[in-house]
């Protein structure tokens, strides 16, 4: 596993933020990929838009050490009331979104950027969610880090997992 840099995000990092929202789209096999524009709708677009301005933001973005690029980021919002997200619980837990560039995945980048998240988040709430088909090869991931299943509606492939601190 290589050791990447892991640094606060800040709000000059919306533009990278709404990559890494489009590269955390699963897409099943045989399923074509929505495109880019998809995290412009306001399903997507409230995890990340002016993120750093929202009480409750925490979010880290990995940088490759030989080339400066950044390869990853993990982030935290509050969405509650009309702006709820997929991964709703209640309006004291924030949404995990998480995700790698596609070059660098399976280098352990997401553990990395999770495991600086967790030490954060366990400060300021007392746990965390998310919403991830059970196909999709990070749910495993979750599973390993602690995340269990709480939610899963009818005719939803997703389910709604927490993690507690």
Known sequence: ???YSIIPLTSADEPFLA???YQAIFVPAGTEAPPRSVVEAPALHKYFAD???QSG???YKAINPQTGNLVGAAWLRL????KKGYGYVDDQTPEL???TAPAHRGQGIGTQLLDQLFTAAA???SAISLSVWPENPAYRLYQRLGFVVVKQ?????AVTMIKYF
């Not at 969405?79 to 009309?82: K, N, Q, V």
């Open 1 to 3: 596993m290589s050791t």
């Open 19 to 21: 990559e890494m929202m």
């Open 51 to 53: 993120f750093g301005t």
């Open 57 to 59: 933001d925490i979010g």
């Open 79 to 82: 969405l509650s009331g009309d």
């Open 97 to 99: 979104s998480i995700a």
């Open 123 to 125: 400060e300021h709430y």
């Open 153 to 157: 509606d009818e005719g939803d492939p």
